[in-house]
């Protein structure tokens, strides 16, 4: 069997051709697993962040709710206060007109 130096270089040719699919395969493989690791990654970010918003707004929405309760329960003390001072007031001028006759 006479093998001609034509032969042998495509031998060798389809010898390097199968190596460098073989290579490219396992590169591109690798390379979709990293992206697919990236990307469940980003995925469980996002979602992280969004429940961190989420939980801000409650906080913010709760505290303007209290804020708002907060004031409305300080008009009612300060509307008592003016009751029980003019009611006070009104005692102590019956007093003083039962006293002074």
């Known amino acids: 069997m006479d093998l001609a130096a034509k032969d042998i270089l495509y031998l060798a040719l389809a ?3 199968l ?5 490219l395969s396992l590169a591109l493989y690798h390379i ?51 009751y029980v001072l003019d009611k006070k007031a009104t005692a102590s001028e019956k007093r003083r007109g039962k006293t002074g006759k």
Do not use: Y
């Not at 190596?19 to 290579?23: G, I, M, R, S, T």
């Not at 990307?39 to 989420?54: G, N, P, V």
């Open 15 to 17: 010898i390097a051709v």
């Open 32 to 82: 979709i697993g990293i992206l697919r690791d990236a990307h469940h990654f980003t995925h469980d970010f996002q979602e992280r962040i969004d429940r961190f918003e989420h939980t801000v707004h409650r906080l913010r929405e709760k505290f303007e709710h209290s804020t708002a309760t907060m004031l409305l329960l300080g008009e009612g003390v300060k509307q008592l206060l003016n």
């Open 19 to 23: 190596w460098l699919a073989v290579f």
